[in-house]
């Protein structure tokens, strides 16, 4: 069993950063594959990025490619998500996933309650 808690949203301009973390509890964080999700109101859940268990491998929604970073410390049982250049489209309710390493909900099995982030223009 994973819990997962999501922190570090809220309000920012146009073309500023935010970090968004998640810690999990649980002794077994370092076998899943992590990922961020995002959702607006009136929308599905839509994938973010994926890291794999080590780190070594990680994939981006074409959206946020090149922009967003995610990267993981196995050993503080947490996952990241680095957001840079953000803009209004990026704005939602983030969620830290935890299950197979993929860009589809059906893949991730551990859900967190979410945190919220918001561009303004």
């Known amino acids: 069993q994973v819990q997962l808690v999501e922190s570090g949203g809220g309000l920012v301009q146009a073309g500023g950063s935010l970090r968004l973390s998640c810690a999990a509890s649980g002794r077994t964080f370092s076998s899943y594959a992590m990922g961020w999700f995002r959702q607006v109101p009136g929308k599905e859940r839509e994938f973010v990025a994926s890291?794999?268990?080590?780190?070594?491998?990680?994939f981006y929604a074409g959206s946020v490619k090149g922009r967003f970073t995610i990267s993981r410390d196995n050993a503080k049982n947490t996952v990241y998500l680095q957001m840079n250049s953000l803009k209004s489209d990026d704005t939602g309710v983030y969620y830290c996933?935890?299950?197979?390493?993929?860009?589809?909900?059906?893949?991730?099995?551990?859900w967190g309650q979410g945190t919220q982030v918001t561009v303004s223009s």
């Open positions: 890291i794999n268990w080590s780190g070594g491998r990680t």
């Open positions: 996933a935890g299950g197979n390493y993929g860009g589809s909900r059906s893949e991730y099995g551990y």
